[in-house]
């Protein structure tokens, strides 16, 4: 039997049984808040001395890779330091055998990177195939992407303006402008809570008519709404190129006039505008347009309970899809949906959520169809009380008609309660279903870490994806086992990878989610930490459908970081890739000591850590490499304690379509890995969120769902869409083909 027919297959997930455990971690921030206020910070070292200083300190002499649980292994050549190295001072006591398990979690930084003359790497036992036909995308049409495997991986296979409208792209050095959107976020002028508005409602007075309606002077003050969610604006503008730049900085907000204001960015360099230091509006939105290219642009995001970094929209597009999403209790769920352009837009949402016994539906609200965006706005639309208490929302935006064009955000705001912790999320949505969606930066699982990937098919054709977790360390030519799901038309499906013992404990890894045959559907990432983890939080991520040869990272890192690492994972089964790292900023620029012009081996991820460099906060990287790669971004803040994680840009010119050897990862050999049982490091030797556990993680029991129950499919605009004719999406019986569809109502 091949080992694709024993392949485990993973059903939909079912909604989370867990009961709502009112949780709050406030006092535990607090406390943590106290610890870290009594420490003396470190002064910033002025760019571009903090350039060197980067870089000596991700400088060391070579080490030897510990022991391992496959055996020892020869000496490597230096890598980046982490927290664990810098942590050694304050644990000197620490004991040997601790500290070669801690090196375990960073074991795939030494095996991966080597000179740049490597010794042979022996030869993959499969067969390749040479390029076919060349595969073009017509995304501005909305055709569905054809067959790629056979497409060579190496080879830009389609117009770079076709490429660049699938996600965030940074434009290419030559460009004469860059443009970028950035819908989400308020500008209040204060990260602290806002009380909800009240009303007074007299006290009917027990003396009085029954009929009259004069009360008691004693009135009942009451919440007139729900907390107002706070997510302050901020805008980054990073400017790559060796030249000055004009940028216009128009800030929209929900309500007032418009305003506009124009900086000088100078040569590698980056600024950061605060909205609400322009205009005061529950809602903000910024149009950033420069007069040159090699320029990136993020947003943050903060508030009472959390901070979250976003890319920014390099196009605007009719079609906006939100794989993962949630409603549950304590979390407020705002859309900012923003039309840069002089023409209004009608937008219309369409949601499927889980039902009881795992079953899925549609659901629809005349509130949330037919809204009029008009010229030049931002508008808020928060569907907590309308699609309510959900634990799981698949979300699809459409402008009516697919006339119009608008940029929409999704900003989670979640306090502590239902069993999840205190968080703020920012996740701009994917504009277009692909087959192929990539993660270079899949934190290590282990207790208090929980990751699922959601796969949401917008079309009307089944979708059959195969996710691949590419463990940091493990022996070419093998691989794990893929988790393979069936993503059955307008409906999603939710993977918790931990929920069996396939992924090692306390290793990170890159993931590849493959649609097997090519229905193009969007993949999501949810990853949730909790004690004994700190700090905790929640990330909501959705990957990247493209590869690339250059990537730029705006934000090195930020003022109050905890931790901030970038990955860069090669994705080829067979090709090593010269990689490297350069740090840029104050207008000047170096690569990094242990990432100048080193290989990365096939299938092998590393990592940058900036967490503890002096200066980092001012800095932003340029990675280069000579093969497709893939790059991610993770960080941890300290006040308040939370987690964000973003894909940066990829390079206008250098992107590339995943084909190939990266689809077709089947040809090697499936291992199963033993559960980690060894002795756990000091808490103080790991960077947050890797320490190793004997336990295995957390996960959610998988429920299949009826088979007798279809919901209708929401437009994808890439795949025509439409309900099952003989099938009531609502209830799952057999209808008249020729009848009107019943959807259930929101």
């Not at 005349?366 to 010229?375: N, R, T, Y």
């Not at 590869?547 to 934000?555: I, K, Q």
């Amino acid at each position: 039997m091949s080992a694709r027919r024993n392949k485990k297959r993973i059903e939909p997930e079912g909604p989370d049984r867990t009961a709502a455990d009112p949780v709050s971690g406030r006092s535990r921030k607090a406390r943590r808040k106290g610890r870290r206020s009594a420490t003396s910070a470190q002064p910033a070292t002025p760019i571009p001395e903090a350039l060197a200083a980067i870089t000596a300190d991700l400088g060391g002499a070579p080490q030897a890779d510990p022991t391992g649980p496959t055996g020892p292994t020869t000496p490597v050549a230096p890598v980046a330091s982490s927290s664990s190295s810098s942590s050694a001072s304050s644990a000197p006591e620490a004991s040997v055998e601790a500290a070669e398990i801690a090196a375990l979690t960073t074991r795939h930084r030494t095996e991966a990177l080597t000179p740049t003359a490597p010794e042979p790497i022996a030869p993959r036992m499969r067969a390749f195939r040479l390029p076919a036909l060349v595969v073009v995308v017509a995304l501005l049409v909305g055709a569905a992407l054809v067959d790629r495997r056979d497409a060579d991986p190496t080879v830009d296979t389609s117009a770079p303006t076709d490429l660049a409208r699938m996600a965030p792209v940074a434009s290419a050095p030559d460009a004469r402008s860059s443009t970028f959107y950035c819908a989400g976020g308020t500008a209040l002028g204060s990260t602290d809570p806002v009380e909800p508005s009240v009303v007074e409602e007299p006290t009917p007075d027990a003396t009085s008519d029954p009929g009259s309606s004069t009360g008691s002077p004693d009135a009942t003050t009451v919440a007139a709404g729900p907390d107002p969610v706070v997510a302050e604006h901020r805008v980054t503008i990073a400017n790559f190129s060796d030249r000055d730049q004009q940028a216009v900085v128009t800030v929209v907000p929900s309500v007032g006039d418009k305003v506009v204001e124009t900086r000088t960015v100078a040569a590698r360099t980056r600024t950061t505008v605060t909205l609400s230091d322009l205009v005061q509006a529950p809602q903000a939105a910024a149009l950033v347009e420069t007069d040159g290219g090699e320029v990136a642009v993020e947003h943050e995001v903060e508030g009472p309970h959390g901070r979250a970094v976003s890319s920014c929209a390099s196009s605007a597009a009719s079609s906006w899809y939100f794989p993962a999403g949630t409603t549950r209790l304590g979390t407020r769920h705002v859309y900012s949906v923003f039309n840069p352009f002089p023409q209004q837009a009608v937008v219309d949402f369409s949601f499927m959520v889980s039902e009881d016994g795992g079953r899925q539906a549609t659901r629809r609200s005349d509130k949330l169809e037919g809204i009029l965006v008009p010229p030049q706005s931002v508008v808020a639309v928060d569907i907590t009380d309308i699609i309510t208490v959900r634990d799981q929302v698949a979300t699809t935006v459409t402008t009516r008609s697919g006339l119009g064009r608008v940029v929409v955000d999704q900003v989670m705001d979640s306090d502590g309660r239902s069993n999840w912790p205190e968080s703020l999320s920012l996740t701009l949505g994917a504009p277009v279903a692909a087959p192929t969606w990539l993660f270079a930066d899949n934190r290590p699982l282990g207790d208090g870490v929980e990751t699922s990937f959601v796969a949401y098919n917008p079309g009307s054709v089944d979708a059959d994806v195969e996710i691949y977790v590419e463990v940091d360390g493990q022996a070419p030519g093998t691989r794990i086992e893929p988790f393979v799901v069936t993503v059955r038309a307008g409906q999603y499906a939710s993977v918790p990878v931990g929920a069996d013992t396939r992924i090692p404990v306390g290793f990170g890894a890159f993931v590849v989610a493959v649609s097997r045959n090519d229905v193009p559907v969007v993949v999501e990432r949810v990853m949730r930490q909790t004690e004994p983890v700190d700090p905790d939080g929640a990330t909501f991520t959705i990957g990247s459908p493209l590869l690339a040869r250059s990537w730029l990272v705006p934000v090195g890192g930020i003022d109050g970081q905890e931790s901030m690492q970038v990955s860069v994972a090669n994705p080829s089964v067979s090709e090593t890739v010269t990689l490297t790292v350069d740090a840029v900023g104050e207008g000047d620029q170096g690569a990094l000591d242990d990432f100048d012009g080193v290989t990365l081996a096939p299938g092998a991820r590393t990592v940058v850590d900036l967490s503890d460099a002096q200066g980092a906060a001012s800095l932003m990287l340029r990675v280069r490499a000579s093969g497709p790669v893939i790059v991610g971004q993770w960080f941890a803040f300290d006040d308040p304690g939370t987690l964000s994680d973003v894909v940066p840009f990829p390079v206008a010119g250098s992107l590339v379509l995943p084909g190939g050897e990266v689809v077709d990862r089947s040809d090697t050999d499936v291992v199963e890995p033993e559960p980690y049982d060894g002795p756990l490091p000091d808490a103080g030797t790991v960077p947050p969120g890797t320490t190793p556990t004997t336990e295995a993680p957390p996960g959610s029991d998988v429920i299949a769902p009826d088979e007798s129950t279809t919901s209708t499919a929401p437009d994808s605009g890439v795949v025509p869409a439409g309900p099952d004719a003989g099938v009531d999406p609502a209830t799952g019986a057999a209808v008249d083909p020729n009848a009107p569809t019943t959807v259930a109502p929101g």
